[in-house]
């Protein structure tokens, strides 16, 4: 009888989509597909790989380049702590690896950035290492197939699953059957409406048996969205604007952007806030104003205006950071704001 590591490795001989990355065996490559892979599509990620591999294609020369320019080449990726960590990870390996990217889980798990997934993915698409990589496609499709009602987001489950997935594995070929598996479900096995008709699984699988595929995976917690209101201060003095870098500790950490007040006020009693004054001054006239569409990201959710704000002179707090206008595109900044700059 064919084991279900058979089955997916036949499965993805067959239907395996064909993406750059599969292509190399270089661990760097690899690690850079698969973090810029995190939280983004295929269609979306594949641009960038093309982008990080041609700019940086070792890990030396991403080791060497400066923080701003790692970020300006991520600009419209989101969770910006990947790009970060991936430039410090690359540090990383020069200087404890001898700029050799590590081969064993343990080493590969100790770089900036790297968890259990991505270490698992490296060591087995790169060395063919038996490790088996869990990720949210690979829950899914074990949760059904097993038909499993432990909540996939606790410790208990994390372990139980991890477990079943080494179990799962198949020896003979792990890189070809840790794709395959993703690959199944992201495809075949979706979240909803999974292509049971067609499936090689559908035999062996439980929760099909049961009538519970709807409700599988199982999650305990709903995670809470916090809602939060941006006023952006898009200040322009002559030729110069003023851009912000962000700092540590929020969202969009080492990003450019408009000084922005964070406040459920609304004008004009925006306009006599300590910060809104620090900013632009007693001397100032409204240009403008645009209310952005909602932004949303994993757990926030961003209502924004940007003010177009002219004055005769920056404050010395703005001053600080004026920028020329016509560069105002070179610095990284977020997506929400990208797409009001090319809105103008
Ligand atoms: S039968 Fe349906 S639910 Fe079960 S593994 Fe196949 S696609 Fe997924």
Not at 281 to 304: E, M, R, T, Y
């Amino acid at each position: 009888m064919h084991t279900v590591a058979d089955i997916l490795t036949d499965w993805y001989d067959r239907n395996g989509r064909s993406l750059p990355w599969r292509e190399t065996r270089d661990p760097y490559r690899i690690w850079l597909s698969e973090v810029i892979l995190q939280q983004t599509r295929v269609a979306q990620g594949w641009n960038y790989y093309l982008r990080f591999t041609e700019r940086f294609p070792d890990v030396a020369s991403l080791a060497a380049a400066d923080e701003d320019t790692v970020l300006k080449l991520w600009q419209g990726l989101g969770y910006y702590s990947r790009a970060r960590n991936l430039h410090a990870a690359a540090r990383q390996v020069m200087t404890e690896f001898g700029g050799h990217f590590p081969d064993t889980f343990e080493a590969v798990r100790s770089l900036r950035g790297v968890g259990d997934y991505t270490a698992a993915a490296i060591c087995s698409l790169a060395y063919d290492r038996p490790c088996a990589v869990v990720d949210g496609n690979v829950y899914r499709v074990l949760a059904r197939l097993y038909d499993i009602a432990e909540p996939i987001d606790t410790g208990a489950g994390r372990k139980l699953f991890a477990a079943l997935a080494q179990e799962t594995l198949g020896k003979a070929r792990p890189s070809t059957y840790n794709q395959a598996i993703m690959d199944f479900g992201a495809t075949l096995c979706t979240p909803t409406q999974p292509r049971c008709d067609v499936c090689p699984l559908a035999e062996q699988c439980a929760a099909r048996a049961a009538g519970t595929i709807a409700e599988r995976p199982v999650k305990k917690s709903v995670a809470k969205i916090r809602n939060r209101r941006f006023h952006y201060l898009h200040i322009v003095c002559g030729d110069r604007t003023v851009l912000h870098r962000r700092g540590a500790g929020d969202i969009w950490q080492g990003l450019y952007e408009f000084p922005l007040v964070e406040s459920e006020l609304d004008a004009p009693e925006l306009y006599a806030t300590e910060e809104f004054c620090s900013w632009v001054g007693n001397d100032w006239k409204l240009l403008g104003k645009v209310d952005l569409p909602k932004h949303q990201l994993s757990h926030q959710l961003i209502f924004a205006t940007v003010y177009r704000i002219e004055v005769p002179a920056f404050t010395p707090e703005a001053a600080a950071c004026a920028v020329p206008i016509a560069e105002v595109g070179d610095y990284a900044v977020s997506r929400l704001l990208e797409r009001y700059l090319l809105s103008k």
